[in-house]
């Protein structure tokens, strides 16, 4: 039988969670420039030492934001992508839903961008979802591709086996013919989604729509299908 959390662990989980649900509303509000611990505090009504006893500083916060957020967006691909049984219908699936979701949470997607990988204050936690991130669709490729049929990348063979040591670094073991188209694939969607969520796209209206479509259109190409 579990043990049940201390009063003190109680309070404590309470208070954190309503410091990052303030913390992803002023975000949403402002943008990832808005966020920063003393408009915490401020929005909380205390003090910012006070909020340093839970959270030493604003990477810290930061990290933990992006942590849940890397997490709500994975768990929200994978539940996309397991109610179509058929490989490449999950693919293209969970690349509406990736292009839905950022699209409503434009502010929480940029700081998902901007948030930089080389900083030493980021937790493993934070490197494994981002890993996991990217794993989903780099799985749901590998699946949906027919290595037979499958246009095979002009590249040396370093070339080849550092794209699979990426693959595999995101948790997915695959073929090192298979690893350039799969990160090819991924690097087209991923591009376009961030290209319409950060405006760059407004100016063709609704035949950005048409142009995402057309992009998972080639994607069949790409996989040999």
């Known amino acids: 039988m579990a043990t049940r959390p201390t009063w003190r662990e109680r309070v404590r989980a309470s208070a954190i969670e309503e410091i990052l649900d303030t913390a992803r509303g002023l975000l949403v509000e402002h943008g990832h420039t808005g966020l920063t611990t003393r408009a915490v505090a401020r929005e909380m009504g205390i003090s910012s030492p006070a909020l340093y006893r839970y959270f030493p500083n604003h990477e810290a916060l930061e990290d933990v934001l992006l942590v849940e957020l890397f997490e709500e967006l994975t768990g929200h691909l994978r539940a996309v992508a397991a109610s179509h049984p058929e490989p490449y219908d999950a693919l293209a699936a969970a ?10 949470h434009v502010h929480e997607f940029e700081f998902m961008l901007v948030a930089p990988l080389s900083n030493e204050t980021i937790s493993d936690r934070q490197r494994e979802v981002r890993r996991e991130f990217g794993g989903v669709f780099l799985n749901l490729v590998s699946a949906a591709a027919k290595p037979e049929t499958a246009p095979k990348p002009a590249m040396s063979a370093a070339a080849k086996r550092a794209m699979r040591e990426f ?15 799969a990160l090819l694939c991924w690097v087209r969607l991923y591009g376009s989604v961030c290209m319409v969520a950060m405006g760059q796209l407004e100016t063709l209206g609704p035949y950005a729509d048409a142009l995402f479509e057309w992009e998972l259109d080639e994607l069949t190409r790409l996989l040999g299908r």
């Open 95 to 104: 690349s509406r839903a990736l292009r839905a979701w950022a699209l409503k």
């Open 167 to 181: 693959c595999v670094h995101c948790g997915v073991d695959m073929d090192v013919e298979l690893a350039p188209t």
